[in-house]
């Protein structure tokens, strides 16, 4: 990285200062926390028949518009939060152990608080996805009060460009709040791949999220068409530096699958999307994941533990070169069970919903 951007944005020299109190409340929150986290291990471990991570999403609608991302528009309306609620409903009768809030841009919904207590009152582990951009030490402090238990925010580089404009320049006061005021755990992920113009910035991104208390992971990112290239030399050398100083990261559970990407690599293992992995989209169909939204497309209510049965002994045609982490890490715990096979002709016909019983009588 050259030196005029290293003096245009130096976060080193902003100090933070995190008052007793909160360190102590985060310590205790996190602790318990950490407890049912393996909680849900051990689930997933002794059963195969649930959902160990679901994203929903509450609104496509984002605030900005990343050269790279397909995952959003500028006009969608949020999901009421009734409907939002029920669909959460659904995942706990599913038995699902962590639900993630994403978007869009989920700070944009006006009830976010409400869906995340949600989560919590049915038993389960709540996350949020965000851009980082409407945090503010308001929003921290009812995000804590609603019980939110882990947030990552990908930031893509040190000063916005035109590919995106989710800078640490632009959110290194955000992240300030955040390690003065949260409770809750969070990771920064910095990212290398398509569309990133100066490689060097994920090391000073991941840099400053350790020192300030976070968990640091670094992302190998996809075109707008959903398709990854090898990392060239240079920003293979940045990967490595920062998964050297990252290792806190819970991404480490699967190092190898980004390994292998960087390096243009397929991966040889079982995805177990559509099971493990539930991706929700605004209007309640599960898909496999974001990137192959369309499959099945089932809608939530009518998805059965036979579905998830089902997708967990599917193979996926698009596993080995798949980009998405979440996807890899809710498989992990099955990796040395369950061959699968093409069976898609088979999958199992939606249940009826409640609504559709009603106007049967």
């Known amino acids: ?32 926390g950490m407890l049912r986290e393996w909680k849900v291990a051990a689930k997933a471990i002794a059963s195969t028949s649930h959902p160990l991570l679901a994203h929903i999403i509450p609104m496509r609608r984002c ?3 990343c050269g790279y991302c397909n995952e959003y528009d500028d006009h969608s309306s949020p999901v009421p939060v009734e409907v939002i609620n029920r669909r959460i409903d659904h995942l706990a009768r599913l038995g699902t152990a962590i639900v993630t809030i994403s978007g869009g841009e989920p700070l944009m ?21 965000t851009n980082g951009y409407l945090l503010s030490r308001k929003r921290i402090e009812a995000l804590n009060k609603a019980g939110l ?6 930031i893509d580089n040190l000063e916005p460009d035109d590919v995106s404009v989710k800078s640490l320049k632009v959110l290194d006061k955000k992240l300030r709040y ?3 005021f949260a409770y809750f755990k969070v990771n920064i992920n910095s990212v290398l791949g398509s569309g990133i113009n100066n490689p060097e910035d994920a090391y000073v991104i991941s840099r400053r999220a350790v020192d300030l208390g976070f968990t640091s992971t670094v992302g190998i990112i996809h075109d707008h068409t959903g398709h990854i290239k090898p990392l060239d030399p240079s920003e293979a050398a940045v990967y490595h530096r920062v998964k050297a100083i990252g290792k806190k990261g819970y991404a480490r559970i699967t190092p190898y699958f980004q390994d292998n990407l960087a390096a243009g690599r397929p991966n040889n293992w079982k995805c177990r999307a559509g099971a493990r992995y539930l991706y929700i989209c605004e209007d309640g169909l599960v898909h496999y994941c974001s990137q192959q939204r369309g499959t099945p497309a089932i809608p939530l209510g009518q998805y059965t533990k036979e579905h998830v049965r089902h997708e967990f002994l599917t193979k996926k045609s698009c596993a080995p070169y798949c980009t998405i982490s979440c996807v890899h890490h809710a498989s992990t715990a099955d990796f040395w069970r369950a061959p699968q096979q093409n069976v898609y002709e088979a ?6 919903t409640m609504e559709d019983l009603l106007q049967l009588k």
């Open 1 to 32: 990285m050259s030196s005029e951007r290293s003096q245009a944005f130096n976060p080193y020299s902003i100090p933070v200062k995190v008052s007793g109190r909160t360190s102590r409340i985060r310590a205790w929150k996190q602790f318990w």
């Open 63 to 65: 605030n900005l518009a």
């Open 109 to 129: 919904h006006p009830q976010l608080e409400e869906v995340i207590r949600h989560i919590r009152k049915r038993g389960m582990v709540a996350g949020l996805i």
């Open 149 to 154: 238990e882990h947030v990552q925010i990908s």
């Open 178 to 180: 955040l390690a003065e």
């Open 347 to 352: 999958r199992p016909k939606p249940s009826p």
